[in-house]
């Protein structure tokens, strides 16, 4: 079982930047990908970024490459998404989720996830 906490999120002008943090707890926490993945108003779900247990592997949604870094501290068991030059999308709930299966970038191949944190990017 992996819990995770989501934090981070709130109002911020496009061109600006925000990072976001999803805090870890479990037994095989220090052994999971871990991803972000975003979900806007009557959208589905989509994938942005991941990254493998030991850091060294990340992968990102095209949408998101050069502009968002995804990175953990297995020390304090978080990983962060930094979000930068952000577009002026409107709202949008960011969610992290847990893989036993490695850096994937398909939402059925998590097996847990937080309750999600809401980012607004105005115009």
């Given at each position: 079982?992996?819990?995770?906490?989501?934090?981070g999120?709130?109002?911020?002008?496009?061109?600006?930047s925000?990072?976001?943090s999803?805090?870890?707890?479990?037994r095989?926490?220090?052994?999971i990908a871990?991803?972000?993945f975003?979900?806007?108003?009557?959208?589905?779900?989509?994938f942005?970024?991941v990254?493998?247990?030991?850091?060294?592997?990340?992968?990102?949604?095209?949408?998101?490459?050069?502009r968002?870094?995804?990175?953990?501290?297995?020390?304090?068991?978080?990983?962060?998404?930094?979000?930068?030059?952000?577009?002026?999308?409107?709202?949008?709930?960011?969610?992290?989720?847990a893989s036993?299966?490695?850096?994937?970038?398909?939402?059925?191949?998590y097996d847990f996830?937080?309750?999600?944190?809401?980012?607004?990017v105005?115009?």
């Amino acid at each position: 079982q992996v819990h995770l906490v989501e934090s981070g999120g709130g109002l911020v002008r496009a061109g600006g930047s925000l990072t976001l943090s999803c805090a870890a707890s479990g037994r095989t926490v220090n052994s999971i990908a871990l991803g972000w993945f975003r979900q806007a108003p009557e959208k589905e779900r989509e994938f942005v970024a991941v990254i493998s247990w030991s850091g060294g592997t990340t992968y990102y949604a095209d949408s998101v490459k050069g502009r968002f870094t995804i990175s953990r501290d297995n020390a304090k068991n978080t990983v962060y998404l930094q979000m930068n030059s952000l577009r002026p999308e409107g709202p949008a709930v960011y969610y992290c989720g847990a893989s036993g299966v490695g850096v994937r970038p398909l939402e059925h191949e998590y097996d847990f996830w937080g309750q999600g944190t809401q980012v607004t990017v105005s115009s």
